[in-house]
């Protein structure tokens, strides 16, 4: 997944520079319109690399996407900021979202 992508990446990259210093090495010798092609392509394709590189496997985790498992879901989402974490001195309930100031939601 990571390394097959990663490797893509290379592969067009390393095309890319193949591309651009072939162009201006020994290619605008016998032509310059070919030479100019050649660079017009090579422009063309870091973009799409960094598209392949950047595209979602099928086990990347995002960061919307529940893994099925309540306590990596938990640990993922106190990450994420849904929750916040749980302390020892309350009772274990994974919706309590209360926070330490008193209510004054009477006093008015």
Request: aromatic fraction near 10%; charge should be neutral.
């Amino acid at each position: 997944m990571y390394a097959r992508r990663r490797r893509a990446y290379f592969l067009m990259m390393s095309g890319c520079l193949v591309l651009f210093v072939s162009a201006w090495a020994f290619v605008r010798l016998w032509s310059v319109p070919a030479a100019v092609a050649m660079c017009v392509v090579a422009m063309v394709i870091p973009p799409i690399a960094a598209m392949v590189a950047n595209r979602r496997g099928p086990d990347d985790r995002w960061w919307d996407d529940p893994t099925g498992d309540p306590e990596s879901d938990a640990w993922w989402d106190e990450l994420d900021g849904k929750r916040r974490p749980r302390r020892p001195d309350r009772p274990n309930n994974p919706d309590d979202r209360s926070d330490d100031r008193p209510d004054r939601s009477g006093d008015q």
